[in-house]
């Protein structure tokens, strides 16, 4: 089989007579009946009905290929967006009576709407994000976990080898949201999830300029069901947008691999920085998650999400946050631009001091996605703006 980075690139199994080299944008609604007597549709190339963009798209399959080879699985579904993806998840698996598992520090909507799913009767248990806690909260009786490999804000890194082991063994389909970590850093189906899951608006995608989500699945009966799940939904992605994914992904290994030194290169810059009190990044040395890092990740890079603590409080952290010039503040991460969230504006916004303060999300915690700028503009950038505070 071809190496991961090639399998982006020509992974879209897409031919037609023109022999384009890029597969085309798709942009119908419709397609005609074969049969006008029996009105059998078309097939798709995986045998569902080929007769309402709804349900199946040509763009959207060729993205669809190229996700289940980037995450070694059977096949994929693409979603309008990572909660969309989510949204099928969570539909395919609970029903009254059911009990999800999902970390305090996971997506805020990504909980959200778990916790949300109590008015059909579904119980939300929220767990630590610590491997060692998420395990102990593990029982027989959950009919569906989640977890995320690397965490927002704090940067944990979870042992999904582990979890993925125990929910196994109990029997528990594991979603493993792989946003952060990438297919280049981490396979969950190789790791015995149950579906791999991506907001594709992040690095897949890379441009900040699209929103996508993505479901990976092993098998043909969870393929079934969750297509089913998307259709009823009517969540699918847009060609248009698919094309968009298709571009952004021939290009994540490379993109992403200069996001995570320049990240390193940032964590150690802000290390030795007098006005900075603490730095969150799995790849410095002394970091208590290096150890499940290096265990799990394919690769000796640890994300392109850092966070940090400025000295002082929030009104030094806000300081900092308004005068940077090149990066710019604004929530999402994964693109070409570096972007810094202020934690209580936005992943912590809907907690409660209490469940802040477990998770260490302080007034002071600021958080920062790298993207593709020259690192030295970044860190002249940071020092000018913490000179400041
Ligand atoms: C880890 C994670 N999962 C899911 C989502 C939701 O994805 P989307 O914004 O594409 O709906 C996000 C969005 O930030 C995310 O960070």
């Known amino acids: 089989m071809p190496r991961q980075s090639t399998r982006a690139i020509h992974g879209h199994g897409h031919e037609d007579e023109w022999r384009a080299v890029k597969p085309p944008i798709y942009q119908t609604a419709v397609y005609e009946h074969p049969d006008r007597l029996t009105g059998r549709s078309r097939k798709s190339d995986r045998g569902f009905d080929l007769k ?4 199946e798209n040509p763009t959207v399959r060729a993205l669809e290929r190229i996700l289940a080879g980037l995450e070694e699985g059977l096949d994929s579904l693409a979603f309008g967006s990572g909660m969309a993806a989510i949204s099928a998840a969570y539909f395919s698996k609970l029903r009254a009576g059911s009990r999800i598992i999902i970390p305090k520090e996971c997506y805020g909507a990504t909980q959200e709407l778990a916790r949300n ?9 929220l767990a630590r994000s610590d491997t060692g806690e998420f395990l102990e909260k593990l ?12 965490t927002n804000p704090m ?30 850093l981490l396979n969950p189906l190789k790791r015995g999830a149950w579906i791999a899951l991506h907001s594709l608006t992040k690095y897949l995608a890379g441009h900040n300029d699209v929103i ?9 009966e969870t393929l079934q069901e969750l297509w089913e799940w998307r259709r009823k939904l009517g969540s699918i992605l847009s060609p248009f ?18 996001q995570c030194r320049s990240a390193l290169e940032i964590a150690e810059y802000l290390v030795d920085h007098p006005k900075v009190e603490e730095v969150y990044y799995p790849g410095l040395a002394d970091s208590p998650y290096k150890r499940v890092a290096d265990k799990i990740f394919r690769r ?41 969230t202020y934690p209580i504006w936005s992943a912590a916004k809907n907690m409660d001091p209490e469940q802040r303060r477990e998770l260490g999300i302080t007034e002071n915690l600021l958080r920062l996605s790298i993207g593709l700028e020259d690192v030295e503009d970044l860190k002249e950038d940071l020092g000018e703006a913490l000179s400041r505070i």
């Open 300 to 340: 000796r890079l640890y994300g392109a999400v850092l966070s940090f603590r400025v000295r002082g409080g929030r009104r030094e952290a806000l300081k900092l946050f308004r005068s940077l010039k090149v990066i710019k503040p604004a929530p999402s991460l994964g693109g070409v631009e570096s972007l810094l």
């Open 52 to 55: 309402y963009s709804r349900e």
């Open 241 to 258: 947008d698919a094309f968009l994914i298709i571009r952004g992904i021939s290009t994540l290994e490379v993109r992403f691999e200069k």
């Open 117 to 125: 799913l109590g008015k059909f009767g579904v119980e939300c248990v």
């Open 212 to 220: 996508g989500g993505a479901i990976i699945v092993e098998d043909r």
């Open 139 to 150: 029982d027989g009786g959950i009919a569906l976990a989640l977890v995320e490999p690397i």
């Open 155 to 184: 940067v944990r890194v979870v042992d999904v080898e582990e979890i993925a082991r125990r929910c196994g063994e109990l029997g528990i389909p594991l979603v493993v949201d792989n946003t952060f970590s990438t297919p280049i």
